[in-house]
């Protein structure tokens, strides 16, 4: 292989979780007063940080969203991820094929440490991703689009930018790869193809994610 380290996104990728999250992200904003629709959320919010719900919901109304927005928010998520959640069909296959191998690979998620746990141990992925392989935007202050995140993983991962692949299914992490100088695969199984078409490459199945990775 001609990467020396893997970096999964979470939501979409590893965790079966934007569904859950943007229902219950745009029902939440509708109920505060601005109206979005699950495809609203998909296409606003998929793949970002939180903040960025706050910044748009800011530029677009004027206004600010409750103090207590991201903890009420993510209490909902959370009770529904213990419900609801599922691994992506086919990850576990690609993790095992990975710890086989030897391949170096972590996390890094837009998503808070407590929502990539949270999930993870719903999930039972928990025991590929120990905690120095959990890296979430929290840890840098900027999200994605910027590269910032996917430079601190490999920073500490100890690999060069050049020699690291991205495992994306959002246009802002597809973004904040390539601004990281890094090759991107892009899932298509959420987003259409030609809204990742910086990818390097894109693949439909995670069972077609592992025929890549040799």
């Not at 440490?113 to 840890?139: K, M, N, Y």
Request: aromatic share 8%; with cysteine; hydrophobic share 40%.
């Amino acid at each position: 292989m001609r990467y020396d380290l893997i970096l999964f996104d979470n939501d979409g990728v590893l965790v079966d979780s934007e569904p859950i999250s943007n229902r219950h992200l745009a029902a939440y904003l509708t109920e505060l007063g601005h109206p979005t629709t699950y495809e609203d959320s998909i296409r606003d919010y998929m793949g970002a940080a939180l903040h960025r719900v706050h910044d748009l919901v800011l530029e677009r109304t004027g206004e600010r969203l409750p103090a207590d927005f991201d903890d009420v928010f993510h209490a909902r998520v959370f009770a529904a991820f213990e419900r609801e959640l599922r691994p992506v069909a086919g990850v576990e296959g690609v993790l095992e094929k990975l710890a086989a191998d030897g391949m170096p690979y972590c996390v890094a998620s837009s998503g808070s440490h407590e929502r990539i746990r949270v999930g993870h141990r719903a999930t039972g992925l928990d025991r590929w991703f120990e905690d120095d392989r959990i890296f979430s935007s929290q840890d840098v202050g900027r999200g994605k689009p910027a590269p910032d995140l996917f430079l601190y993983a490999a920073q500490r991962m100890g690999v060069a930018p050049e020699r690291c692949l991205v495992v994306e299914d959002s246009p802002l992490g597809v973004q904040a790869a390539r601004a990281a100088g890094m090759d991107v695969y892009g899932f298509t199984a959420m987003t259409p193809a030609e809204k990742l078409a910086g990818a390097t490459q894109l693949f439909s199945s995670m069972g077609e994610l592992a025929d890549l990775l040799v």
